[in-house]
């Protein structure tokens, strides 16, 4: 799975290939990750490098990594929130007819929304399913649905239209 | 020596109190309130009494109640620590009214010095140089405060008459803001000490905060075991404390010393106390004022004398001669003391409370850890957030700063944030090694985030690690959707969403 | 100084090493077993790897794996701590070849002295007094030693030539019994150091085991530290050490002192050793054997001496001078060792196990733990089964057996059992206290359940922690029955009852 | 409840009353009790002194009190389980008919056996609750179930025969 994280002003593409290897950027590394005794203290041997820290969840995807005696902001995203976040926040003039597109292939597992239903700005308006986890689609306005083209169970290609809203 | 001591005090110095005890052999009574029914000195104690609720006033500040305890449970003496009722003379008094030895000064030697005006008053008879200020003893209108203010000149410090640790010290800069400060500063006296009264004091700038360490028999025998500098300091929090200090030599120190055994002598004074002097940059040096007790820091000066001030206090309390004459204190290597506090550093330095779930504390050669809690130990609002000192040794001052970043860096504490972070960027910083530091240093000239090439070395590794976490946490989530799942199908699933959106 | 020390070994001393290196900015490389991931000195170490599986012959004994990881993570020293490679001279030799400075004396030192029957020659040249036996050296067959044993006289000891730590040590009464214990003495030998050989020495009765501390530069100076008086064995297995010795004086540790010395420097020894001498009722002294390595309790004398041996085992191996010159060496105060083992006192000190669920550390004054166990981690049963030093300084004797006593007392190891009630027995004897003891004291006049009148005290308490317990329990349980009750009613199920049984 | 608990040779009458007393013989104690940090040690204050002692289960009702440095075997019983083991205990003769007797008040819960059929010693043959708890009654000897007098969910007394063994 690929993961962007930042970290002091820096993107890194992380990629958790297995249990014992990561990709960083285009290096493949040989990691030994644990956690301490069930604590959110982790220890990381790297190519032989040997750290220990304590890693906090923040909010959203923001994790604070207290590094040898430094504290470290970190934000991760994988590839799928980031392209829901690209989708989200795709803005748009009012009016205008907005296609709402599947992020990522998967299973319509909702469309928790009828046509003509007025719609709130981020409500959500379908559930796809991808990589085993359930994604909330919202709506990047307030405006009502026009035509729904897909049900629930069909399965979608990345960037077919799901919906209109208008 | 005596049988049994009770301590009236928590945490790591009630612990501290009740090991000297137990190596002198005397029995141990423990106090408690209602949120202490776990902590380690109640643990340690031959024996422990409930006191009451948790805040201080219902229960660690409850004199009468505690000599009670000590009268029921036959304790013939009372060690107070330091802070709650340590400087209190009428708790004192009342001690020896109940025929039960104060492990500290006669009430006489703590009014005197704990009234900060008379205790200026008293030293200046003594001919010990003191801070420009208000010379005459305290009650002080804030109209008589207004009025002297000009002559001290700006900028200056409102302190409480019956403080300490800062509380009800107000720094003013300006006459016009001086009324409101004056204000909030006499109210944070009373509440803190039941006692509004105030004085004023020449603010002495790039000034170091310097304490000489005396102790002091019944037999009229006073020396000094030598200098703690303690300049760093947060809003008047100490937070670092290390001796020798990098500006002392034995010159300054014999001097000093000297001063500070006479200003005890002037009040006839007897047992451990500490006289606190300010240093300006010509190394002229102001009595600030005297802590007629215990101080927090007093292991660094253990360390670097060889000698268990608890143990001395005690025997001293039995009327026993000082077991050192002057000329056999030695000092030997550096000794710096980390004080570790559960607040976080990345934000503000707000108190964390919470249940410890997980600690690994710092050991091996030269490493003191003195502490209250343990894992399993709750962390609560009520008392001070000073978890624990770290005091390490070392041949020299670079020895020990190499040995505490060692033993920062091993130091584990789960559950709650602490200052380590800040410990050990101050380690770090030049200002620190190079010993250039003043009582500002810390507030005007520190800063959380220095050493941008290492930042730029462990970005790269944080990230790695916040990302294994991540998806550690993903990983689990996702299994629980699928656990989620194989109850009811997709497909159930979606007829419900149907018949609810329809 | 050295850029990267690799450090082969585990545990606490290979946590103690880490903390040296560090202390001199040395970046650390350790290296683990499987069963060690999680060991303490994985988690300290600047880096680390994986040496194979958790037998020691196939991680922790495997030089030539450790030799290749030195050179890939390009440490430019090895230290081996004590045991497994730590007194192998083919060891020191690879080093040597790979480039690797080994943090110890010469590999021929290390041979000299490694091979007990050679040593015993060697220093008999030097004029160093040695207990009567096979003055020659080994490969001496069955019918050799069984010829010679009747020369020498009963009871005497089969000794591995390169043996150490009691393993192939037996002790034979007559000449009867002697032939199986040779056979057995050997086939100890063999599996332990891969070498059979062994020899006769005379068993001195009452004798006290007391070892000399020097250190030896490459510049020709060597230097004693001092005793440690290692009588407190159980199976020849060191449990309490302390220094001074209660029976040693002025006198008799320059003698010793010297005679240590003179040993050292027929091997040319270069680094930290110890001589081992054997001191009878009259104080005569003899060589027993020389540890070409840094010893299990080499703190004790670093709280007396101020040193701390490690450092300068670093710096000598870098090719510095000492430090110190013999008469800048002091000896301050007392000091103490326990060292805290996973085994059950009470149940004929057998091995305990487990994950260490629970622990609270013994701090303050004048106390050290030198541990590589914390909460959480897992006692294997692969390794020795000392977890923990425990050192205590005093100012007397006296008060470092207070504070020992008090240390043990603080002192929490939940998850597996410890040796810790034996210490606390052993520190209350008055045979301890006395200094009255030899090598047979713990196994033949020691026992865990004296002082009666002390048990008779608290025989209740213990009843009522019992009952409590109990009590707790069985509402636990209880309250389990009345949830099941709830999903089936006994009715149900005595209907099952008759069914069954109808 | 009442308990007996045997330390050092002697025995102590310890009654549990309430969470904060306890009579030890006809001494009525006040007694804080904690567990620390969840692990099998424990503090215990008792008029004002301060214990605190590592507590482990042997075998059965064997306790184990690890308590200033000195290790005491504690066997705890209470009122039932002695009873119990009295009726257990009541040595009789081969042959002779032996009346199992309910060893308190309770309710019979099961009976897991037939009139007729033989048994081995220490064989459960009847299940009494009281106290919350269901407690086996075993047969003191092999032999061969005689009349069986009570049926499940009747309520006995004390002493009351339950079923005699030949």
Redesign the interface.
């Known amino acids: 799975?690929k993961?962007i994280?930042?970290?002091?002003d820096?993107e890194?593409q992380?990629e958790?290939i297995d249990e014992k290897h990561?990709r960083?950027g285009d290096r493949l590394?040989e990691?030994?990750?644990?956690s301490?005794?069930?604590?959110?203290?982790?220890?990381?041997?790297?190519d032989?490098?040997?750290?220990?820290?304590?890693?906090y969840?923040g909010e959203d995807?923001n994790?604070?990594?207290?590094?040898?005696?430094?504290?470290?902001p970190?934000a991760?995203e994988?590839e799928r929130e980031k392209r829901l976040r690209a989708a989200g926040n795709s803005t748009l003039a009012e009016g205008e007819e907005f296609h709402l597109k599947a992020p990522m292939p998967g299973?319509v597992?909702?469309?928790?929304?009828?046509e003509g239903q007025s719609v709130e700005k981020g409500q959500v308006v379908a559930?796809l399913?991808s990589?085993?986890?359930?994604n909330e689609l919202k709506s990047p306005r307030a405006g009502t649905i026009g035509r729904i083209r897909v049900k629930?169970?069909e399965s979608v290609e990345q960037k077919q239209t799901l919906l209109s809203i208008q | 020596m005596f049988k049994k001591v009770l301590v009236a005090n928590r945490g790591e110095i009630a612990v501290r109190i009740i090991r000297a005890c137990r190596e002198l052999g005397m029995d141990t009574v423990a106090v408690y309130s209602e949120a202490d029914r776990h902590a380690l000195h109640v643990r340690y104690a031959d024996e422990a009494y409930l006191l009451g609720p948790a805040p201080s006033r219902e229960s660690y500040l409850r004199g009468d109640k505690i000599i009670d305890i000590a009268r029921k449970a036959g304790a013939d003496a009372i060690h107070p620590g330091y802070g709650f009722l340590a400087e209190r003379d009428d708790f004192a008094a009342a001690c020896a009214d109940a025929g039960i030895a104060f492990i500290g000064p006669k009430p006489s030697s703590i009014a005197a010095m704990g009234d900060k005006a008379e205790a200026r008053a008293t030293v200046i008879k003594a001919g010990v140089p003191i801070v420009p200020g208000t010379e005459d003893v305290g009650n002080l209108t804030d109209d008589d405060l207004l009025g002297i203010a000009p002559k001290i000149g700006f900028p200056l410090l409102i302190k409480a008459t019956a403080g300490g640790g800062g509380k009800g010290m107000r720094e003013v800069v300006n006459i016009e803001e001086m009324p409101g400060l004056l204000h909030s500063a006499r109210r944070e006296a009373e509440s803190a000490f039941g006692d509004g009264n105030v004085y004023l004091e020449k603010l002495v700038t790039g000034a170091r905060h310097i304490e000489i360490q005396v102790m002091a028999d019944m037999h009229g025998n006073v020396i000094h075991l030598g200098e703690r500098e303690c300049s760093l300091q947060r809003r008047h929090q100490k937070l670092v404390e290390e001796s020798p200090s990098p500006i002392m030599d034995d010159e300054l120190r014999a001097k000093m010393g000297a001063v500070a055994v006479k200003a005890a002598q002037a009040v006839d004074y007897v047992n451990a106390g500490t006289i606190e002097f300010l240093v300006d940059k010509d190394r002229n040096f102001y009595f600030l004022e005297m802590n007629t007790r215990l101080q927090v820091e007093h292991a660094v000066t253990e360390f670097i004398t060889g000698i268990d001030i608890v143990a001395e206090q005690l025997r001293i309390a039995r009327g026993r001669q000082l077991s050192y004459t002057q000329d056999q204190i030695r000092f030997n290597g550096a000794a710096i003391e980390c004080r570790i506090n559960a607040e976080d550093p990345y934000n503000n330095f707000i108190p964390s409370t919470g249940r410890i779930t997980h600690s690994l504390l710092p050991t091996g050669p030269g490493v003191r850890v003195d502490t209250g809690v343990y894992p399993g130990f709750e962390i609560t609002p009520y008392y001070d957030p000073m978890i624990a000192k770290l005091i390490v040794w070392g041949e020299t001052r670079a020895q020990a700063i190499l040995r505490m970043r060692r033993a920062l860096e091993e130091y584990r504490i789960v559950g709650v944030r602490t200052n380590i972070p800040f410990h050990q960027t101050l380690m770090d910083s030049t200002r620190f090694m190079g010993g250039q530091y003043d009582t500002r240093f810390v507030e005007e000239r520190f800063s959380m985030d220095e050493k941008e090439e290492y930042r730029d070395e462990h970005a790269e590794i944080a990230a790695m690690l916040a990302t294994l976490v991540a998806h550690q946490e993903t990983e689990r989530s996702a299994q629980i959707v699928r656990r989620g799942e194989r109850d009811t199908s997709n497909w159930k699933w979606i007829g419900r969403w149907e018949r609810i959106h329809r």
């Open positions: 799975m993961y994280a930042t970290s002091e820096r890194f992380v958790i990561i960083v590394l990691v030994n990750f644990e301490v005794s069930g604590q959110p203290v982790y220890s990381l041997i790297v032989g490098r040997s750290y220990e820290a304590f890693v969840q995807n994790w604070q990594v207290l590094l040898r005696g430094r504290l470290f970190v991760v994988d299973l597992v909702a469309i928790p929304v009828s559930v399913e990589m085993k986890m359930q629930p169970g």
